[in-house]
């Protein structure tokens, strides 16, 4: 019998940047991280099975991302950016031929068969990346989580109405494309705040008593979501199930250790409200061995064997030829890519994976001789993008693991419903950004955005309360171009590129443009409102605006304005 799960979750997650832009910055983002992640993982999925293994991966696909890869307009630039993906390589034999670079020759060789494979894989799956990964899901191989629709940062909205509408309308892109509900839910950045008193982070009014973030997310259906690990450390025990659910005081924790309290080794009910013991479970990430993997000192996608993400041959679109070789070396000391030393490497990377996580669900089982878990919770797109090997890595986790009797590989809600949790905790606000608060979100390079956001946010709530939407169609019809562009300028994306000196300048100009968008349809939904001919008279600039918005913005085709309701 296992004495304890895996519990493998992959967070996959791009902006909003269809019809906004190629490169650097725009539609590239999503053709990298389809060819690069998604269809390499679930190539993966399917060696698995043919190997008689059964893959266990949860993987949250944002509805944003879900909406961009099901859009006919993906599907027609990625089968152009493959193409061109593979005239590259070929570009590249020829001319390495030249150099009578024979090495680089077949280097080269490799890319174009890359590249073809996953034209003909596209092919194969009828250019439906979604789908596919919900078929793997109706197999039960793996779990999809929704998100919020678009990865809004909850914790900071200014009115609980827009955290319900974030929630709401990403349940609905999800079941839409996927065709079922998910249980399972992926918090923007790992971001929480429990329910109570609240003050925003800029000179705005606060609010005396707003709902936690667990009953918001648990009123739509939702059954468990992740956190950083410290939210799980710096908890505090409310209620045990022993036969019936009984209240306890903070000091229980600490009083009966064995329990597992304070562990990220198994999940806990959420309360904030103190009326009782929950119904939304959250899952700690597990640092100890998540770090086995994102350090950048003794995390495996460093080691010198693998491929060089950073350096690449020619300009724009360039490919990748050079190892790591050694994580001081400058890009012009990289040695060239033997990919036949990769394989020893990741065998031997993913072996001690697997004993790491058997050796932290051993130490928890003597500890407490409990079914224990282990969250591994990673950005999706590490695994193929960042580090090319990734997802041969994550394959030979899984046929490990497999046929170790020890443990068991699981999604989080098959651990659920194997393990109900019996503890029930509140928690402090947090995210897993830096010093696990909201400073990355939050501080003086985009308090601005947040003035505006909030300012946004008030306005449309008036409108949704004041205007005979539901009455005149017309003004009905502004009003949920209007909401789309609110849930796109409420993107986390946008703070944390700025914050992060990343595409600055592609950062600003698209939350800009959300807001000046979401302007002009609230001045024209009042001027409707006013005068219900008003559409026939729109000036040339207005008529502009609009189809802009109409152009370029073509995600959550089904706006319901009830999302806001409370």
């Not at 019809?19 to 390499?40: C, K, S």
């Not at 990964?133 to 200014?158: D, F, K, N, V």
């Not at 609230?522 to 001919?533: Q, V």
């Amino acid at each position: 019998m296992a004495i304890g799960s895996l519990c493998l979750v992959l967070h996959g997650h791009l902006p909003y940047v269809l019809r906004h832009g190629v490169w650097p910055h725009g539609e590239d983002w999503l053709y990298e991280a389809a060819a690069e992640t998604y269809l390499p993982i679930l190539a993966i999925l399917d060696e698995c099975n043919y190997l008689n293994a059964e893959p266990r991966v949860t993987i949250g696909l944002t509805p944003v991302l879900l909406e961009q890869l099901s859009h006919e307009d993906f599907k027609k630039g990625f089968e152009r950016y493959l193409a061109d993906r593979i005239e590259r390589a070929r570009s590249d034999h020829a001319e390495f031929q030249k150099w009578g670079n024979l090495h680089m020759v077949y280097l080269a060789e490799r890319w174009i068969a890359f590249f073809e494979g996953l034209s003909k894989q596209f092919a194969e799956i009828n250019r439906d990346i979604p789908k596919a990964y919900a078929e793997r899901a109706q197999r039960g191989w793996i779990e999809i989580l929704t998100s919020a629709a678009t990865h809004g940062y909850l914790p900071l909205l200014y009115e609980d109405s827009c955290i319900r509408a974030q929630v709401r309308a990403g349940m609905a892109s999800s079941q839409r494309i996927l065709g079922f509900k998910p249980t399972g839910m992926w918090l923007p950045e790992c971001a929480y705040r429990p329910g109570g008193p609240w003050n925003p982070p800029i000179g705005w009014g606060g609010k005396a008593n707003r709902i936690g973030i667990e009953h918001l997310v648990g009123d739509e259906g939702i059954t468990h979501f992740f956190l950083e690990q410290h939210l799980i450390r710096d908890s505090r025990s409310e209620w045990v199930k022993e036969g019936e659910w009984r209240r306890v005081g903070w000091e229980e924790a600490r009083k009966y250790p064995g329990r597992g309290w304070y562990s990220v080794n198994e999940p806990f009910l959420v309360d904030s409200s103190g009326l009782g013991p929950g119904k939304v479970a959250a899952f700690g990430r597990d640092g100890a061995v998540c770090e086995q993997v994102w350090s950048g000192s003794i995390g495996y996608p460093a080691d010198g064997a693998y491929l060089e993400f950073h350096k690449k041959h020619g300009e724009r679109r360039g490919l990748r030829y050079w190892k790591i070789t050694s994580a001081k070396s400058d890009l012009g000391a990289k040695d060239l890519y033997y990919p036949d030393d990769v394989k020893p490497r990741l065998f031997e990377h993913a072996q001690h994976f697997c004993r790491f996580v058997k050796q932290r669900l051993w130490d928890y089982h003597h500890k407490t001789g409990r079914h224990g878990a282990v969250m591994a919770s990673f950005d999706a797109e590490l695994f193929g993008h960042w580090w090319f090997e990734g997802p041969q890595f994550l394959r030979d986790v899984m046929l490990t693991l497999n046929a170790d009797p020890d443990v068991d590989l699981q999604t989080t809600q098959g651990y659920l419903d194997d393990h109900p949790p019996d503890k029930t905790v509140s928690l402090p606000e947090g995210s897993w950004g830096d010093k696990g608060d909201h400073r990355v979100w939050a501080n003086d390079k985009v308090n601005w955005m947040w003035d505006i956001e909030y300012r946004c946010e008030t306005i449309f709530g008036k409108m949704t309360l004041t205007l005979p939407w539901q009455k005149d169609p017309q003004v009905a019809e502004l009003l949920h171009r209007a909401g789309r562009e609110l849930l796109l300028l409420q993107a986390s994306d946008w703070p944390f590129v700025i914050t992060r000196g990343q595409a600055v300048d592609y950062g600003i100009k698209r939350f800009m443009l959300h807001v000046a968008r979401f302007e002009t349809l609230i001045d024209l939904c009042e001027k409707l409102a006013r005068d219900s001919s008003y559409l026939g008279r729109l000036n040339e600039i207005e008529r502009h605006e609009v189809d802009d918005a109409t152009l370029h913005d073509v995600i959550f085709p089904e706006i319901d304005l009830d999302w806001w309701k409370m």
